[in-house]
């Protein structure tokens, strides 16, 4: 079992930056991958970013350049997201998710609202 919970998020103008955290507890050393999602008003949820217990990442095309994704260090207990020059559309609640074997957790979630 692995415990995700998500700091960070709020109101945030366009061109801002927040930076969202997420600690993990529990199992993490079984953790493989750990990373964040979003889920936009009105649309799927669709990944954000990914880092592997590697150290590698797979951001998603709309927010690269522009989206970091990073960990505290290598035992998956921390991971981060900084967000720079935010738009409109980054608009939605952050999930935090990390993956175990064939298992997949998932934080509570967090608002971000980017004001236009």
Request: hydrophobic share 35%.
């Amino acid at each position: 079992q692995v415990q995700l919970v998500e700091f960070g998020g709020g109101l945030v103008q366009a061109g801002g930056s927040l930076r969202l955290s997420c600690a993990a507890s529990g199992s993490t050393a079984s953790i493989s991958r750990l990373g964040w999602y979003r889920l936009p008003p009105g649309k799927q949820r669709e990944l954000v970013a990914i880092i592997t217990k590697f150290g590698s990442t797979n951001v998603a095309d709309s927010v690269k350049g522009r989206f970091t994704i990073s960990r505290e260090n290598a035992k998956n207990t921390v991971v981060y997201l900084q967000m720079n020059g935010l738009e409109f559309e980054d608009t939605a609640v952050y999930y935090c998710y990390a993956r175990t074997g064939s298992f997949d957790y998932w934080g509570q979630g967090t608002q971000v609202t980017v004001s236009s």
